[in-house]
């Protein structure tokens, strides 16, 4: 049932805000909820007494740039989701199916093979990224058009290679030292947020989900087909490229500060659609902020439910499998997707 959008972006920035407080809670040292909100109110004025002083270093060093890491990341993966679902009219897309993901992890495992700083490693992954969705183009265009079902096929092609790649690099990588490090960084993490992480991923983040939001309505004309887009005036070949290099900068930059994060792309859309409805204006606001909290309570989940912290692969499909098993059970298999 369709819920009043103003009243759903109403409570799922409430939940947002509540998960935050909550995520900035828990941890090997506990803060109470008041002292946490005594701290962020303070972050702006500076006013905050001595007795607070390890709970804000506590938070305002690991915990606050953690969330927001989390936060940007997983809005930014669900909003991109959205749009690829609309794109290529088939809600079981995400944005792993272009490749994206396996080359940006190529290159962080690579400038970690070869020593390089957490920086460089960031930079090397995202320029590995974007450079997977310059061989998905390549590829796709081969025949001289470029069609949806192509740019599918040579996503899962990029992907495969990149995959074969990072194989090869764990196969070579020192086992004490580099294999150990390209394993827990595929696995993903947001263990090591800082300033720094936290600025790259804004700086990719925000402007991409804008760009998205204002794409809004031409993906709405062209899931109902590219002829019906076309006679809507819509440039569905600029469109395509347009919304598949913001997914590409999306997902790159995520897998660059936090390694590999799957299935955030393709069950948030599904959690918050049921709710605002299928119009992309709606869905992708509402979508970056579910996608927002989901990710945070899972990188929660990672670094409070034992002694050594779990990778964020391993919570999102524990959480995600069960959750999109449910919802294809709630829609009556596959039916609805051809709707």
């Known amino acids: 049932m369709v819920l009043g959008y103003r009243l759903v972006l109403f409570l799922f920035t409430l939940l ?4 935050v407080v909550i995520s900035l809670t828990v941890g090997r040292y506990p803060i ?30 690991l915990r606050l740039p953690r969330v927001l890491l989390a936060g940007l990341a997983g809005a930014g993966l669900s909003a991109a989701g959205v749009a690829l679902q609309s794109l290529f009219r088939n809600p079981l897309v995400s944005p792993d199916i272009l490749g994206i993901s396996p080359g940006a992890a190529f290159g962080g495992a690579l400038a970690i093979t070869l020593a390089a700083g957490s920086l460089a490693t960031v930079a090397a992954a995202f320029v590995s990224g974007i450079g997977a969705i310059a061989l998905v183009t390549l590829i796709a265009a081969f025949n001289g058009r470029t069609s949806t079902l192509a740019l599918v096929l040579s996503g899962v092609v990029t992907g495969a290679l990149f995959n074969a790649l990072i194989s090869l690099l764990t196969f070579l990588a020192d086992v004490e030292s580099e294999l150990p490090a390209i394993l827990y960084w595929l696995l993903g993490s947001f263990a090591t947020a800082g300033p720094e992480k936290l600025l790259i991923l804004a700086a990719a983040i925000l402007p991409s989900l804008l760009l998205l939001r204002l794409l809004a309505y031409k ?31 999306i997902v790159a930059a995520s897998v660059a500060v936090a390694g590999i994060i799957g299935w955030v792309g393709l069950v948030v859309p599904h959690l918050a659609r049921p709710l605002v409805g299928a119009d992309n204006r709606k869905l992708l606001p509402a979508a970056a902020l579910l996608g927002a909290s989901f990710l945070i309570v899972v990188d ?37 997707a051809r709707a």
């Open 16 to 19: 947002l805000a509540v998960v």
């Open 32 to 61: 109470p909820a008041s002292e946490v909100l005594a701290i962020l109110f303070s972050m702006t004025d500076g006013a905050l007494s001595e007795e607070h002083s390890v709970a804000t270093q506590v938070v305002e060093q």
């Open 219 to 249: 993906l709405n004309t062209i899931a109902m087909g590219e002829e019906d887009a076309r006679s809507l005036g819509t440039p569905v070949v600029a469109l395509r490229w347009l919304t598949l290099l913001t997914v590409a900068v």
């Open 300 to 336: 929660t989940l990672c670094r409070s439910l034992s002694s050594s912290e779990i990778p964020l692969s391993v919570i999102t499909a524990l959480i995600g499998a069960p959750l999109f098993m449910l919802l294809l059970r709630r829609a009556g298999g596959l039916g609805w």
